[in-house]
């Protein structure tokens, strides 16, 4: 599930390939898939974390509507869910999503966006 702290809601689903880490300085300033500005904040002022790790993700789909769900007491970066049923989630019709004009995003700019909501996802869940 794509969840985006603090709102206590789903917003897609992706498929976990692999976690990297931890990670050293030089991987993450380094890092091509990272916008910028974050290997330039990175590069100023260091690891986040003690041990700092990437999830890398494949498949990503937004749900045509956000689901609101419960978020478990002492659950941190992972949830189970087991009451909901991804049969019967409406996905958007493009994989990407659609923004709130019904226009479908541009798969480069929903990645983007995808891995800087994971990226401060993991950052403030202290990983």
Not at 40 to 56: D, I, Q
Not at 112 to 124: L, T
């Amino acid at each position: 599930m794509i969840i985006k702290s603090g709102t206590g809601q789903l917003f897609g689903t992706a498929d976990l390939v692999r976690v990297l880490g931890p990670l050293e300085l030089e991987d993450l300033v380094g890092a091509s898939e990272l916008p910028r500005e974050e290997r330039e904040e990175f590069r100023n002022s260091g690891l986040p974390y003690a041990k700092t790790y990437a999830y890398v993700f494949s498949n990503p789909r937004r749900f045509q509507r956000p689901i609101p769900y419960r978020h478990p007491s002492g659950a941190v970066t992972w949830v189970r869910l087991p009451e909901l049923d991804l049969g019967a989630v409406r996905y958007a019709s493009s994989p990407h999503g659609t923004s709130k004009s019904g226009q479908n995003f541009s798969p480069a700019l929903d990645i983007d966006s995808y891995a800087r909501q994971v990226y401060e996802a993991n950052r403030v869940a202290g990983y």
